[in-house]
């Protein structure tokens, strides 16, 4: 995904490179680029290489949108500063992985009942070798685990407070 979202910004280049405000164009790296290379994020598995993979093409766009090339030495701080910007594309992913999960416990279905482990799968394994896989909500839960996160989510004010909310409640008006 990260290489497609490469392609997509050289395709672009002039536009994010161009003499437009600092905000707009961050807003569109993240809007077209940042989307194409997190597609599917809420099912991915990450680890701490494709962690560190991610970091290194946010960094990778800023420094393409501002320009400066990697043989000039300029921290990642420094084209932080000149972005003024932060780190963001972990917390994206936390943000888009407990919408998704927000959204299936709301819900009445199979993918709900097969995260709580209500459907019985035969597996003949004795022992399994080497560390143990990441779940899916691994990144989630913290300690407390998934009953608590699941009472998180049935509560909308405990989970905006915890995951952020996006844009907030949606407030109607009467037009009478």
């Known amino acids: 995904m990260i290489a497609m979202a490469k392609a997509a910004f050289s395709k672009k280049k002039t536009l994010f490179t161009s003499k437009l405000d600092l905000n707009l164009k961050k807003k569109l790296i993240k809007c077209y680029i940042w989307s194409?290379?997190?597609?599917g994020v809420e099912s991915w598995m990450l680890q701490a290489a494709d962690q560190k993979h991610l970091e290194s093409f946010e960094m990778w766009c800023w420094?393409?949108?501002?320009k400066i090339s990697w043989t000039d030495h300029v921290r990642n701080e420094e084209v932080l500063l000149r972005v003024n910007d932060q780190m963001n594309i972990?917390?994206?992913i936390t943000k888009r992985k407990a919408n998704w999960i927000d959204?299936?416990?709301?819900?009445?279905?199979?993918l709900k009942q097969v995260i709580e482990g209500k459907i019985k799968g035969e597996m003949e394994v004795a022992r399994r070798r080497g560390r143990r896989r990441k779940e899916l909500l691994g990144d989630l839960k913290d300690r407390r685990g998934y009953s608590h996160l699941k009472e998180e989510a049935l509560d909308r004010t405990v989970w905006r407070n915890r995951f952020g909310g996006?844009?907030?409640p949606v407030v109607r008006q009467n037009t009478e």
Request: charged content about 25%; some cysteine; overall charge positive.
């Open 166 to 168: 996006g844009f907030g």
């Open 36 to 39: 194409i290379a997190l597609y």
């Open 63 to 66: 420094r393409r949108m501002e």
């Open 90 to 92: 972990q917390q994206e």
């Open 103 to 110: 959204h299936i416990l709301h819900r009445n279905c199979l």
